[in-house]
């Protein structure tokens, strides 16, 4: 049996997150956390073929929020429009403020009364994943190339984090200078090569808050555009509660 032309849509913008055996549900962000919402559509050739038998736009969030035990954990969940209620596909992560570490990580997806999910331990200074790998970049905004790996489909790989140029474009009502950061992958031998990306053009906020996130994977490209009037602003102060633990 084939699959629907919006599953084929939301498989594709999400190729690199692997199913599993159990559901993990969104976080649900209080007061002094951080949810920014998004309008997503699929761009590239083989995003406008896609388009022609699927809806190629619909809704997504970032979220971020600093949980009982001091650790932030962050997700990216995108659904698609004239979505099923609660189907849904995401990536999260949890991050020590101390050390800036990923520490977990998972991935889900929910489509009818059907729900997949992974979710791994992460070892390693160097190690990301989608969501933490966009916080991080948040946090530290880099001005030089910095070689890490990303956790992505059970596998480790290696990649780069990069700055691009920066421009100017609006932001709650004014003109701001946006900042573009690349996370793409690197060939190393004997490794294998990440094919999907991230862009990320980070506003010239506190929170450095992504005014468009780009996922890159397999000729696709799907934009991801900042809904101001629908988002809570705000990323959670780094800190780490005295003898925290990952959850």
């Known amino acids: 049996m084939g699959r629907s032309p919006q599953l084929v849509v939301l498989l594709v913008l999400l190729a690199l997150v692997a199913p599993g055996a159990r559901a993990t ?11 920014l919402a998004y309008e997503w559509r699929v761009e590239g050739i083989k995003g406008l073929l896609l388009r022609l038998v699927a809806p190629g ?103 780069l984090i990069e700055p691009l140029e920066s421009r100017r474009q609006p932001f709650r009502g004014r003109l701001a200078t946006v900042r573009g950061y690349a996370i793409s992958g690197r060939a190393v031998p004997g490794e294998r090569e990440w094919n999907g990306g991230i862009e990320l053009y980070l506003a010239d906020d506190a ?7 780009f996922v890159l994977n397999k000729g696709v490209r799907v934009r991801l555009l900042l809904d101001e009037e629908a988002s809570q602003f705000g990323l959670p102060q780094l800190r ?6 990952p959850r």
């Open 57 to 159: 736009r619909g809704e997504g969030s970032l979220t971020t929020v600093l949980n009982e035990h001091g650790l932030l954990e962050t997700e990216l969940h995108i659904s698609a429009e004239h979505r099923r209620a609660g189907d849904f596909y995401l990536y999260g992560s949890a991050i020590d403020p101390a050390t800036r570490r990923s520490v977990r990580a998972w991935t889900a997806q929910q489509v009818g009364d059907k729900s997949k999910a992974r979710e791994a331990d992460l070892e390693g200074e160097d190690v990301i994943d989608m969501a933490s790998g966009i916080l991080l970049v948040r946090k530290d905004l880099p001005s030089e190339r910095r070689p890490m790996r990303i956790w992505s489909n059970g596998n480790l790989y290696p990649v």
């Open 25 to 35: 549900p969104t976080l649900h962000p209080a007061a002094g956390d951080e949810q």
């Open 207 to 213: 929170s450095a808050t992504p005014v468009e996130i």
């Open 240 to 245: 780490q509660a005295a003898g925290s633990r």
